[in-house]
């Protein structure tokens, strides 16, 4: 079958689909789906899981014009770290049907170092790399550091395209000689999230995402405890055991687990207001904020850290402000009333998925509707 083109995502599409495509390649490869329909499938390349774990791994509902092709390993993952897989299981993609001339966007930069890359670094095809966070700076990589750089630095010597979600990654891509490369940050899709408020109860205070070390846990349980009539409500799996205990005991705090990207606009329109507590500094790994553009399609006021690019997305209704000024900020909110008003805004068009989908199919050269 002839392919539209060929994608390299962080994971693979089982989690891109059990999770509704809410990270950025998943958006990126939803809109590729959109955009090249008609035009032969985008081909979603897995990365490699254990042959152990393939009767439990069944993909949910597939993006449109998405085809699937999976990658087991025969290797065991040893103790420890499990970051250590995405090294050792490198020359276990699948090769199949890796057709020549195909454009190919990597999101993975093991890729570079995989049993395919020679066939993927071929010159008759052009290949883009998008970062997402800053794999060389970040904490869950620690113990595979090295093999980042080696990863990195393969793919920067043979991409075609650069494209960074944040300045911090930019900054990355130019250490590694890639001073072409361009800044995209991150985006959202307006239409998907409605402005009308369906709060009740107390003034909810919401966060949606993963919740670890990227998340300030001494901010939140101290705001928590300082607002004890507010409802404070987490929604996403919690990463580092560390943050469940604590979190559990502050009785204003709801956990309620991770939730599937379909049912985020329903949920922010029970919130007042959408939170963004990262951590600023150490605890940063060099990437954009994707809720707080959701945040605000939905009309919800913003109160987050100064953590990489809160002042300077175009988005108003943003109020920034260190961990020492947080509870200023929010009992300056409160004290409007008994609900706080949703605080209505347009998106810019070149903050949505489907610019900046274009904008990369465009330097690809890849014909879409």
């Known amino acids: 079958m002839e392919q539209s083109l060929t994608t390299f995502p962080m994971h693979g599409q089982r989690k891109l689909s059990n999770e509704g495509y809410r990270t950025r ?40 014009n998405t085809r699937s092709l999976d990658s087991w390993s025969w290797r065991i993952p040893t103790k420890g770290p499990r970051q250590r897989w995405w090294w050792t ?36 095809r052009k290949v883009a790399f998008d970062m997402l966070d800053d794999w060389t700076n970040h904490y869950a990589f620690d113990v595979i550091r090295s093999e980042v750089r080696l990863a990195y630095q393969r793919l920067f010597d043979r991409v075609d395209i650069v494209t960074a979600n944040s300045e911090a990654t930019l900054a990355t891509a130019q ?63 919690i990463l580092d055991r560390e943050y469940d205990a604590p979190l559990r005991s502050q009785p204003n705090i709801r956990l309620l687990g991770d939730v599937h990207y379909d049912r985020v606009p329903a949920l922010l329109q029970t919130f007042d207001i959408g939170w963004v507590p ?61 609900r706080v008003p949703r605080e209505s805004t347009t998106i810019p068009p070149a903050t949505t998925w489907r610019f900046k989908a274009v904008g990369l199919l465009d330097r690809l050269g890849v014909d879409h509707v």
């Open 25 to 64: 390649d998943g958006h990126f490869i939803e809109w590729f789906g959109r955009l090249l329909d008609g035009r032969g499938p985008v081909v979603v390349r897995s990365r490699p899981e254990p042959q152990a774990l393939r009767p439990f791994r069944k993909p949910g509902t597939l993006a449109g």
């Open 89 to 124: 299981s490198r020359d276990s993609y699948s090769g199949e049907d890796l057709q020549s001339s195909v454009p190919v966007v990597i999101w993975n930069p093991f890729v570079s170092v995989s049993n395919v890359w020679d066939a993927v670094a071929s010159r008759d």
């Open 175 to 237: 250490a590694f000689g890639r001073s072409d490369a361009q800044l995209v940050t991150n985006g959202c899709d307006p239409d998907r999230f409605p402005v009308d408020s369906l709060a009740s109860g107390p003034i909810t205070v919401g966060y949606v995402g993963k919740i670890g070390k990227r998340v300030d846990l001494e901010l939140v349980l101290r705001t928590a405890a300082a607002f004890p009539d507010v409802s404070f409500v987490f929604a996403g799996p």
């Open 278 to 338: 990262h951590r600023v500094g150490e605890g940063e790994v060099g990437g954009d904020v994707i809720k707080t553009y959701e945040y605000r399609a939905a009309g919800l006021p913003v109160i987050t850290t100064p953590v990489l690019g809160a002042n300077d997305r175009g988005l108003d209704g943003v109020r920034v402000a260190s961990r020492e000024e947080q509870e200023a900020v929010f009992a300056a909110i409160i004290a409007r009333g008994s």
